[in-house]
């Protein structure tokens, strides 16, 4: 055995939490781009003590080289110490696993917005200083650390109101950027004072304050969400408090042909758990007893499916519940919570929903018929997509007849451009690179999944072939399973004209990838081949390409009184193989950027609105928004070699 690799006495370190802390940030922040982590952990602390029923505003101040969060809370106790010679003050702020929420008696019901599981200490440990000032009957206490470690303490007298002021400097060792980010903290802001009505956050920054405060709790947070898709006008909404339990729910349905069901806990956001799959199975299990009893479904009829019933259906709850078990640090996953009162109550409230809007269930009814009728169409899709195993000919003639593929057995290194009609497609097989580019002509526009339903699209001949090229499976829903190890391309290319019609094209292609398998373009495998409008040919016969008008005015700028020829493109089907090569193939020339998105949420729900069948919403929104048109997604330079 080679002694190097041995562990020994020499090569076992043990650190404290603040040293382990400041050595790997990231563990507890997350991303250490931006300090903002800090500030969720420090305002997490002040919305328990709302939700305790101690105070009922948070004033946040951000300024260039300090945050600032004041509370009305009831306050720390003042001039307690521990066995440890230490304030409880000072503990909650530099003694990691310190906490009132560790009560085995189910005694604390305040919620935790902190997703790490360190609280007010991440502040402190991540900071040059922080200082912490708490009141509490008559008598304050004041600590300053400096680079996580005590420094000095004050204790005295105070007619000043309850609560805990704590201020802090992020330090640039630890963080990209030590500011927080805006947008974020906004959004953070709007969503808990819906889930805690009645929560007033006053936000300063840039010597403007802004306030945050909702009338109608979770219903302004469904507004938000939904805007002018609802195709119901009645919301189930349910409000129900048993003891320690409480929960806030909403459901309602979109002309949307997805679901979206937004879950918190303790008004922290989950994405999986018992809550979910729980509440899912009562929804699926009354839907379908109501619409037989309606008689929307015959004895022969075979139940909905939950995804049948779940289309176009819109969510948001919030459960408040004590002992909440997550399987890690980040509480993005339930593990453990009591369902018992929370799903009595959801019957119930749904019961008598359904009962009392029959018009309104009537339109959902419909709805999941349809639905159900567009996941057997994709089945029918799917049975013909599906490819016999270990025989590669069948694989092969299962192919579309119009994908010119590649022979690259590393698939992650495989293009597939995607191109408009069978000239653009001649002119780039011809000038491909055999081995890694597939080629694959388009006819004229796809369908616009976003005006059609699923059954329509999944039944689109050029849907289906895409789907086939793409190697991935179907699931029941009509959507595609991402699953890396089948698809057959790394990189998918949209490779059209230049002018507007090419770029409509170029986005029915993103809206089907994105409705097929939003992670097709989340895990960056979308890209834009931009055809160039213009060609100039210099007095040295060389070619420059360029984009567009205003690229060209650029170029007229810098080369006053040079002699030049330019040349208007006429498409790519009219291009040579020579020109296709350099303008849309070679990765060494040629105008390729990856299509990322900022905002997953943002962007479906405005591709739905641009792409949609609501007219008078679409307009609105150009008017409203239409200056804000890159803010969702962004394109970056494409990375070769």
Known sequence: MDKKNLYTEDSIESLD???????????????????????????????????????????VEILDNEIKVQDYGQGFIVNSFRDDGKTILEAAFSVLNTSGKYRQDGTYQGTSLGSFGIGSKLANYLSHYLDVRTVRDGMYEYIHFVEGVFDSRKVGKSTEHSGTYVSWQPSEEFFTH????ISKVKDLFKTITCLCKGLTINLTYQGKTETYYSNNGLSDLVDDAVGNKEIIKNRCEIYDVNGKDKIDFILTYTSSYTSTIVAYVNTGLTEKGPHITQ????????????????????????NLSGDDIQEGMYIVFNLTAPNVAYNAQVKSTVTKIDMSSFNAAIVAGLQNWLSNNEKEVKIIADKAISARKAREAAKKARDAARQPKGKKKAKLANLPTKLVDCSCSDRSKAELVLCEGDSAASGLVAARDAETQAIFGLRGKMINSFKNNSEKVMVNAEIVNLIKALGLDLKPNGKLDYNIDKLRYGKIIAATDGDPDGANIRMLIAVNLWN????LILNGHFYIAYAPLFRITTSKNEY????????????????????????RSKGLGESDSEELEAVLLNPETRNVKQVVVKNATEAGNHLEMLMGTSVVGRRQFLLENGDKANSLYETKEELDG
């Open 544 to 567: 420059i390409y360029l984009r567009d008008d205003a690229a060209l005015q650029e170029y007229r700028t810098k080369h006053q009184g040079e002699k030049y020829l330019i040349s």
């Open 279 to 302: 509440i899912k199975t009562i929804l699926t299990r009354e839907f379908n007893k109501f619409f037989r009893e309606k008689k929307w479904l015959k004895d022969k009829d075979e």
């Open 17 to 59: 939490p603040l040293a382990f802390t400041r050595l790997r940030p990231q563990v507890y922040c997350g991303s250490t781009e931006y300090s903002t982590q800090l500030l969720v952990e420090i305002v997490s602390n002040a919305i328990d003590e709302y939700n305790l029923g101690n105070g009922s505003t948070i004033d």
């Open 178 to 181: 030590t500011e927080v980010e």
């Open 516 to 519: 097929l398998c939003p992670e």
